[in-house]
């Protein structure tokens, strides 16, 4: 029989510590135990003791209860990366972990709320890797048919994909090689997590638009790091030939350089790097033209300090999440109060992860009401008083 805190969930504490990247020996010596006796406790040889799990539970940043509340069933995701190698790798495990707290607080919230039904295109592909530049385009193109778009300039991306049923959210991935990923997979729904640490709303919009590839194209499959560069390269054609559609792209970029880019990038919200890389994808431009103008594009320091009219194309933010908050507190349905009891995380952590507003969860103290006496007020106490003169100082 283990001892220690009855109902202790050891995979809680293995995913709250890999949320917060770290390792087992960092985390034993901060809460002061020994590595075996952390390891003990993921394990489920032992529970922790109650000073333990307090000291658990603030370094960790949740709730002591987080520990004893039994795990959902975790639904097999696979996940789509822009990078594999091994720097990222912790960076990659504390994302997925926060995903599945996400998931969690998602499950609750579709309880409660109905969502809309998820109609990402379904296309008959065997061999995702087959799949030619031109079939890519065409993928592309078809979603924009099946979605009713034309060819004309998408306005807000990560609304378009939420009414498509796509979970998009928005949260800090605090790594500069993780970008964004997308968890899908047969018959799952498919989300999409945007780095919300990234001040560029066209690197955001082909953050989205590149995650969409991976949901039509890879859905359900996972690679090798041999075709993981080739599945990467498909689902950026995917989603440059999805934002700027190729009829539209040889009809209005009248010449190939910088100055046209900037030109058409207001109104297609799209960046002139991403123009540039489809110029050569689609042979508008030779070889040494493409190096030429990327040496230019990276001596006026657009790659390092961002481009003209970054500054002017907004953010996109995530807003699913935050109306069905705002329809589960107008109708009653839950309390701020009863939120924070059901799911055993921090106020902070579920507005972070659902892209709420600060302090949207926050509980405030209701402040006693103050009415007026029906009687009149004379200005004293009671029935006014007595004036009582003083006397005034001697000569």
Known sequence: MRAGIPGFVPERLRRAREARALTINSLAEMIDVSRQSLSAYESG????????????????????RHFTTPMPAQRPFRFSYRSLNAATKRSRSKAENRFYWFDEILAWV????????????????????????????????????????????IGDMIALLESHGVIVTK?????DHLDSFCAHGH???SYIVLNSEKESGVRLRLDAAHELGHAVIHRGCSFNAG???????????????????????LREVVSVSLSSFFALKRRWAVSAAM????????????PDQAERLWRYYSSKGYARHGEPYDD????????????????ILSEGISTREQILEAIPLYSNEIEELCSLDRGFLK?????????????????????GGTVVPFRGQKE
């Open 312 to 327: 002017v194309i907004p953010l996109e933010r995530p807003r699913l999440l935050s109306r069905a908050f705002e329809m």
């Open 171 to 175: 949260f800090p991935l605090d790594s």
């Open 227 to 249: 075709d993981h560069k080739r599945a990467e390269a498909q689902a950026f054609r995917f989603g440059a030939a999805f934002l700027f559609p190729e009829v539209s792209f």
């Open 275 to 286: 123009m540039l890389k489809r110029a050569g994808d689609l042979e508008l431009l030779q």
């Open 363 to 383: 509980l405030t103290v209701p402040v006693a009401e103050l009415k007026p006496r029906q009687s009149g007020f004379s200005g004293g106490f009671g029935d």
């Open 110 to 153: 579709e309880s409660a709320i109905e969502f809309p039904p998820s109609d990402i295109p379904q296309f008959d592909i065997h061999d995702p890797l087959s799949l030619s530049n031109h079939d890519i385009e065409d993928l592309a193109a078809e979603t924009r048919r099946k979605w009713g778009l034309g060819n004309g300039p």
């Open 187 to 189: 018959d799952l729904p």
């Open 45 to 64: 040889k032992q529970n922790p003791g109650p000073e333990a799990l307090d000291r658990l539970a603030q370094i960790l940043n949740v709730p002591a």
